[in-house]
């Protein structure tokens, strides 16, 4: 089992950067497959990026591609989103999820959350224009 807790949320300008930081506990964490989601006020929840166990291969949404990049330490059990060139259309809660362990990037469709198994608490991400 794979607890995930998410911070690094506050409260930026237009153009500014924060970055998330997603750490996990459990075994599972280095052969879990990681993604992040956001949901703003009165909108669906969606995919934002995902990477593999290995962080060889990643994924991204195309409103944050060459904006946002998610990394990953195996070593320290955390996942990392830096978000750049923040946006107003950014504010949203962002969430942290974990997919089950041993499961391999491909064959799965790591954009939808039900292929993840362990969701966080979500951090508050405020970009104001």
């Known amino acids: 089992q794979v607890q995930v807790v998410e911070s690094g949320g506050g409260l930026v300008q237009a153009g500014g950067s924060l970055r998330l930081s997603c750490a996990a506990s459990g075994r599972a964490f280095s052969s879990s497959c990681m993604g992040w989601f956001r949901q703003a006020p009165g909108k669906d929840r969606e995919f934002v990026s995902a990477?593999?166990?290995?962080?060889?291969?990643?994924d991204y949404a195309d409103s944050v591609k060459g904006r946002f990049t998610i990394s990953r330490d195996n070593a320290k059990n955390t996942v990392y989103l830096q978000m750049n060139s923040l946006e107003a259309d950014d504010t949203a809660v962002y969430y942290c999820?974990?997919?089950?362990?041993?499961?391999?990037?491909?064959?799965?469709?790591?954009?939808?959350?039900?292929?993840?198994?362990?969701w966080g608490q979500g951090t508050q991400v405020t970009v104001s224009s």
């Open positions: 999820a974990a997919g089950p362990g041993g499961r391999t990037w491909t064959g799965y469709n790591w954009r939808l959350g039900d292929e993840y198994a362990y």
């Open positions: 990477i593999s166990w290995s962080g060889a291969n990643t």
